[in-house]
């Protein structure tokens, strides 16, 4: 009969079936750095306590670091039947180093185990998301810098609204950013806290150090409740969701570059090195890298609905369900790094088309507000300005003509509160400028807001 950990309690070998069904070590194996440092802690611990001997200790962690080792070098061969990255992992090491090796899982469960790993990967990986989001952000505020007088029609139900400047617009990205970084160091804060030590869900009887082990895997304290630690996967939701927010995030650029990038819009000409062609169809530079960032929020929605699912009837403590939680948090932290660092490319690499907003400004009637600001600031009720404005603009639009047609004579038949000033307002440099409420898009704002965030990402890049 084959030698599983556990085999003592069964009669007959596991069914080859049941064998690839269960195992999980062509995923998990992901996991081998987080499982050697918690096994390391914990071996220092046990021989802190007295329940390893120093020899048996050192023959332990440096037995474990030395199939670390082969595992990165690619000598270490995994397998399947030894179910997953722990066992294959503890079985290795009883295999080289004898009845040491056997003592490590003293004290210990699978259960706590894969917790702590998991912790340990999520955190760590949480890390590189916000070290990738830091540098799409320092992307976005440098690209506003070029662009503060850059203006863009801004939009409501994608039609013309008012003008803005493009600065004000990118910079509105780096707020969305910038609270997904928050919600990254708040999630990590949360997850940060150790399970080892609760072992299969109870606790243990042997005398263990649960604060050292939390301290050297840079936990901020042992879990207070055994039942909780081994069956809490609420942190690798919030890895999920917090990935899932920032794909949304990036979707909805995406989603404008896409639109911008358009031949109805020609807002933006995006870098060649971004863009692919078409098989057919010589004069196509498609923005497929700005789709595909749209088009991967779906599988990252999916693993968090997927994790979620999972969790939800679930009795107390562990069950074999939990397994299924790895491949999500895995996948969305790879998809979420990975369209960070390609949007970083992208955004970095996009050039206005001054010619093309410049006449898309023309249209839309997009001074309508201004001109209703005008008649207000003149006193009349704004309501009323809102109405003739309206007025003017259903003229203009049944003889196809624009603000820009439009002479003062013709003007006072709407109201005699129009004079020469008006056609200021129908500047939209002008229209940009006036916006000075605090938050607004004026270029006085703006290039303070630029000040402003310029110093909030280099506070991001010290804290870490
Ligand atoms: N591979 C398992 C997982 O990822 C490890 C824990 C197994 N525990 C158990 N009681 N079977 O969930």
């Not at 750095?33 to 390391?40: A, C, K």
């Amino acid at each position: 009969m084959s030698e599983k950990p556990w085999s003592g309690r069964f009669s007959h070998d596991t069914h080859p079936e049941v064998e690839a069904f269960t195992s999980s070590v062509g995923v998990d194996a992901r996991l081998f750095r987080e499982d050697i440092e918690g096994s390391v802690a914990h071996a220092r611990m046990l021989l802190c306590m007295g329940l390893l001997t120093s020899g048996e200790a050192s023959a332990i962690i440096e037995g474990l670091q030395a199939i670390g080792e082969d595992i990165v070098s690619g000598a270490f061969r995994f397998d399947p039947k030894l179910e997953d990255v722990h066992m294959n992992i503890e079985a290795e090491l009883t295999k080289r180093i004898g009845d040491a090796g056997k003592k490590l899982h003293t004290a210990r469960s699978r259960n706590d185990q894969v917790a702590t790993d998991l912790r340990l990967f999520v955190r760590a990986n949480l890390a590189q998301v916000a070290k990738d989001l830091r540098a799409l952000m320092g992307v976005l505020i440098a690209k506003a810098q070029e662009n503060v007088d850059t203006i863009i029609p801004g939009m409501t139900h994608l039609q013309h609204a008012q003008p803005v400047s493009f600065a004000h617009h990118l910079l509105a990205y780096f707020e969305m950013m910038l609270r997904d970084h928050e919600r990254l160091t708040q999630a990590v804060h949360r997850l940060n806290v150790s399970p080892l030590g609760s072992a299969a869900l109870a606790g243990t009887p042997h005398p263990v150090d649960r604060a050292m082990t939390a301290r050297e895997l840079g936990f901020t304290a042992p879990g207070r409740n055994s039942i909780d630690a081994v069956s809490d996967r609420d942190f690798a939701i919030e890895a999920v969701f917090v990935c899932g927010v920032i794909m949304m995030h990036l979707s909805r650029l995406a989603e404008e570059i896409i639109i911008w990038n358009s031949q109805p819009f020609s807002f933006v000409d995006l870098p060649d090195a971004y863009c692919t062609g078409s098989s057919i169809m010589p004069q196509k530079k498609n923005p497929d890298v700005a789709e595909l960032v749209r088009g991967k929020v779906g599988g990252v929605y999916g693993h968090l609905v997927s994790l979620l699912t999972v969790m939800k009837g679930l009795p107390l403590a562990y069950n074999r369900d939990m397994q299924e939680d790895k491949r999500p948090v895995f996948e969305s932290i790879d998809t979420a790094r990975a369209c960070l660092q390609v949007m970083a490319g992208l955004v970095s690499g996009l050039t206005p088309n001054r010619e093309s907003l410049g006449s898309s400004l023309e249209e839309g009637f997009i001074a309508a507000t201004d001109i209703a600001d005008y008649l207000a600031a003149k006193g009349m009720p704004f309501r009323q300005a809102h109405r003739i404005t309206g007025e003017i603009v259903s003229h203009l639009a049944q003889g196809r003509r624009t603000f820009a047609d439009l002479n003062l004579e013709e003007l006072r038949a709407f109201s005699l509160l129009f004079e020469e000033d008006i056609f200021e307002a129908f500047e939209p440099a002008t229209s940009v400028d006036r916006r000075t409420s605090y938050g607004g898009t004026s270029r006085t704002n703006v290039r303070a807001a630029l000040g402003e965030a310029g110093a909030i990402l280099e506070k991001l890049f010290h804290e870490k």
